[in-house]
């Protein structure tokens, strides 16, 4: 789901054009293909099936991070937003990366005890990495663009949210991936937190700022003030 809101809200978030629309096609049937393929085996242990489904996956994941990179690549103006989307698409591989590791886990227990560490940094990349990254990134321009409120946006809050989010995603999951201390994953919490608040007080200042306009509602031509 969140791949086909990209394809069509990442153009509109960066003002570029998707870079090709039949690739992206493709990445849908890909994917489409080896999430069956790859569910199937992991249910029955069946390793034709999921090396068929990753592979699959990985071609899909592929094809969509090549052309939202390159729709990135397009930009005339790589500002905050763009960034979001870049390391969120990068923080996305690097996550299917690891959830393939885990599927053939099932089969020749290769990661051992580490296996709840390696699926908690898979689903930190997945979830902080890339949907939280992409949704913000998104988020900032189209509220401003609804709002009429885009030049309120604060740029500085943006980038600080997004060093916060990006810089506690990598430090949990390298908390996770290298057994390091429980401290280093209360910093982590506490910097994904801080730049979650970011994001919320960028969101409301823009909202309140909101230009309101005049709107004729009764259809006698009195004006109503809007929300």
Same mark, same amino acid.
């Given at each position: 789901?969140?791949?086909?809101?990209?394809?069509?809200?990442?153009?509109?978030?960066?003002?570029?054009p998707l870079?090709?629309?039949?690739?992206?096609?493709?990445?849908?049937?890909?994917?489409?293909?080896g999430l069956?393929?790859?569910?199937?085996?992991?249910?029955?242990?069946?390793?034709?099936?999921?090396?068929?489904?990753?592979t699959l996956?990985?071609?899909?994941? =592929?094809?969509?991070?090549?052309?939202?990179?390159?729709?990135?690549?397009?930009?005339?103006?790589?500002?905050?937003?763009?960034?979001?989307?870049?390391?969120?698409?990068?923080?996305?591989?690097?996550?299917?990366?690891?959830?393939?590791?885990?599927?053939?886990?099932?089969?020749?227990?290769?990661?051992?005890?580490?296996?709840?560490?390696?699926?908690?940094?898979?689903?930190?990349?997945?979830?902080?990495?890339?949907?939280?990254?992409?949704?913000?990134?998104?988020?900032?321009?189209?509220?401003?663009?609804?709002?009429?409120?885009?030049?309120? =946006?604060?740029?500085?809050?943006?980038?600080?949210?997004?060093?916060?989010?990006?810089?506690?995603?990598?430090?949990?999951?390298?908390?996770?991936?290298?057994?390091?201390?429980?401290?280093?994953?209360?910093?982590?919490?506490?910097?994904?937190?801080?730049?979650?608040?970011?994001?919320?007080?960028?969101?409301?200042?823009?909202?309140?700022?909101?230009?309101?306009?005049?709107?004729?509602?009764?259809?006698?031509?009195?004006?109503?003030?809007?929300?």
């Amino acid at each position: 789901m969140l791949i086909g809101a990209s394809y069509q809200l990442v153009p509109v978030a960066i003002q570029t054009p998707l870079a090709s629309v039949r690739l992206g096609r493709w990445s849908f049937w890909c994917y489409g293909l080896g999430l069956i393929l790859f569910l199937t085996g992991l249910a029955q242990t069946w390793l034709p099936g999921l090396a068929a489904g990753a592979t699959l996956l990985g071609i899909g994941f =592929f094809l969509y991070t090549g052309i939202i990179l390159a729709t990135w690549r397009r930009t005339p103006d790589r500002d905050v937003v763009s960034w979001h989307i870049a390391l969120g698409v990068v923080n996305a591989w690097m996550g299917m990366t690891m959830g393939v590791t885990l599927a053939f886990n099932k089969s020749n227990g290769m990661l051992g005890s580490g296996v709840l560490d390696h699926l908690a940094a898979h689903i930190t990349l997945m979830l902080g990495g890339w949907v939280a990254l992409t949704l913000f990134g998104v988020a900032y321009r189209l509220i401003g663009m609804f709002t009429l409120a885009e030049q309120h =946006f604060n740029r500085r809050l943006a980038w600080i949210e997004l060093a916060l989010i990006e810089g506690g995603v990598w430090l949990l999951v390298t908390k996770f991936t290298a057994h390091m201390p429980a401290m280093y994953g209360q910093i982590a919490g506490l910097m994904l937190f801080a730049g979650l608040c970011c994001f919320v007080a960028q969101v409301v200042n823009m909202y309140r700022r909101r230009l309101r306009r005049a709107i004729d509602v009764s259809g006698d031509g009195t004006n109503n003030s809007g929300m």
